[in-house]
């Protein structure tokens, strides 16, 4: 893995910080092309800084962070979008001042070979049917599937889904784990963050474990029943 | 003479068409100010300044180039829009991160030297501005005469809000504006240069006011203090309709600007503060302003 062959993401030393406090403290991981990698670990450990800073939407970060071979490190933003990385936030984001329509086709278009429009509403159809709704009139789930769905239009190959079950009903969770499967099958590379493990199983390749802003362990899914112990040690449940 | 409830009807509509007039100033200010507060959290109080520059530049291309009316109508707004972005880009993009305080008295020292500037080198009696041949004369509708420049300022301003309002609800660049005054930093990380749309967003509202001073000039004289005497009406304004509200700030221009004709009419000695009265009571009642969302 260290050669370089079919890493899409490297990253390395990053360290971030939020106004004067310093959340990263040299995380380092790789995703390679096709996975899907989870971040696991307690709250506040550094999960969404984490993505929020391979996205450069935090003040001050410093390290690595290299995407198909260009270090990003010192690029705006809408420049790290432009190379075909895509963000779901925490917090969906979802725009109140735009309907579901524009909702889903704001992001501009950065690359080709994203999905068209019409199969990102054949994987979300209650979404065409809502189309002209306003955006935060939406239920929980809704908005969230709304917040997978604008991103796969895009072209971007690495999308970053940020505790995309948070919140949600067993039947929803459920759906958007299929959902997840079905990206990785079409060559979406994910990078997960979760909170329910149960979940992260059923859908990753591999876990990285996250505390206090660094990288302290990694767990491949096929080991995942034997270091059971070992995990739920780490995310104290 | 015809009356309606005991006012001679020219004094009537006379003053109805004066507050028409004024809405429809009130109505391209305020949606300057709305646009620029959105996107860029900055409460621009230069907003008065640049007008009376758009003014000023159609009086200056007029006396010293011959250009006429039309002419500045299309090249006031690209100077003054022009000036707006040296400033957003040398000064006001310094100020996103901090409390709107500083942006407020940032823009009120900059149009306190703009005024300054033009007043020390145009004095303050004001220039004449002759109003456009094509615009000259009056129609008499029978229950009152109405000034054909007067009628076309209603007009434009109507297009103009229209066409804004169009730009911003109905087109993808609109989408994009609406979706930065939410959320700049996710739209950014989709890709798109929020910077630069800040800037322009300035570059647009500022342009806004020059386009009004420009038609201003035919109507009020050519003045280096006629935008800092209207810009104090246009902010109470912005806060009935509610910052932020596009839409909402062009219809309370216009409802505004009508009630002080009206006001004017009834009981001249309130036409002054009926406004302000207006904006204590919306502000007790709904502080969020008629069409402001949240509290």
């Given amino acids: ?4 062959a079919g890493i899409l993401l490297s990253v390395e030393g990053l360290e971030a910080w939020y106004g004067e406090s310093h959340i990263l403290h040299g995380m380092k991981f790789d995703v390679r092309d096709g996975e899907v990698v989870t971040l696991l670990g307690r709250n506040g450990a550094g999960k969404s800084t984490t993505m929020r800073s391979i996205m450069g939407m935090v003040a001050k970060r410093k390290g690595s962070v290299v995407y198909e071979g260009t270090e990003t490190i010192g690029l705006s933003s809408n420049r790290i979008a432009r190379l075909g990385i895509a963000l779901c936030p925490e917090e969906r984001g979802i725009f109140a001042s ?12 950065v690359r080709p070979g994203g999905l068209p429009l019409s199969e990102v509403y054949d994987l979300f159809p209650r979404l065409a049917e ?61 990078l997960l963050v979760e909170q329910n493990f149960h979940f992260a199983a059923t859908v990753a390749d ?22 059971m112990g070992k995990l739920k040690g780490y995310l104290g449940v | 003479m015809m009356t309606l409830f005991g006012i ?14 004024n809405g429809a100033f009130y109505a391209m200010l305020s949606l300057g100010l709305a646009l ?48 707006g972005i040296i400033l957003e880009r040398t000064m006001l993009s310094r100020l996103y991160k901090l409390d709107h305080l500083y942006g407020l008295l940032l823009t009120f020292g900059l149009a306190l030297i703009i005024e300054g500037f033009f007043r020390q080198l145009y004095g303050i009696s004001g220039m004449p501005y002759a109003v456009p041949k094509e615009l000259a004369g009056g129609w008499n509708l029978g229950f009152m005469y109405l000034p054909i420049y007067r009628a076309w300022v209603v007009v434009a301003s109507l297009l103009l809000c229209l066409g804004t309002w169009l730009l911003i609800e109905k087109t993808k660049l609109g989408a994009y504006l609406r979706a930065a005054t939410e959320n700049p930093a996710l739209v950014q990380a989709f890709g798109i240069n929020v910077p630069v749309m800040i800037t322009l967003t300035y570059g647009f509202g500022v342009a806004l006011a020059a386009f009004a001073g420009v038609l201003a000039a035919p109507i009020y004289s050519v003045n280096p203090l006629m935008g800092s005497n209207l810009i104090i009406t246009v902010f109470a304004v912005v806060v009935i ?21 009206l006001t004017k009419v009834i009981y001249p000695e ?13 502000l007790l009642i709904k502080p969020a302003g008629l069409f402001g969302k949240g509290a």
């Fill in chain 1, 1 to 4: 893995m260290r050669d370089g």
């Fill in chain 1, 98 to 109: 735009l309907n579901v329509r524009e909702n889903m086709v704001l992001p501009p278009v």
């Fill in chain 1, 130 to 190: 809502r189309a002209g709704s306003q955006g935060t009139k939406l239920s929980g789930g809704e908005q969230q599937m709304l917040a997978i769905a604008r991103i796969l239009r895009t072209g971007a190959k690495l999308l970053l889904l940020d505790e995309p079950t948070e919140g949600l009903a067993p039947v929803i969770v459920q759906h958007i784990g299929n959902i997840i499967r079905q990206l990785k099958e079409r060559g979406f590379t994910i």
């Fill in chain 1, 206 to 227: 591999r876990h990285y474990v996250v505390e206090h802003g660094h990288v302290i362990d990694m767990i491949p899914n096929a080991d995942l029943q034997a270091n």
């Fill in chain 2, 8 to 21: 001679p009807t020219a004094a009537l509509f006379g003053q109805l068409l004066l507050g028409l007039i």
């Fill in chain 2, 36 to 83: 620029i507060f959105g996107l860029l959290n900055i409460i621009n109080f230069s907003h008065g300044a640049q007008y009376m520059m758009g003014a000023f530049i159609a009086w200056l291309s007029l006396t010293y180039l011959g250009a006429n009316y039309w002419v500045a109508l299309a090249v006031a707004p690209v100077v003054v829009a022009v000036f």
């Fill in chain 2, 241 to 261: 309709g509610g910052m932020g509200s596009i839409m909402g700030s062009v219809l309370t221009g216009f409802m505004l600007g009508l009630l002080e004709g």
């Fill in chain 2, 270 to 282: 309130a036409a002054s503060t009926v406004i302000f009265m207006v904006m204590v009571i919306v």
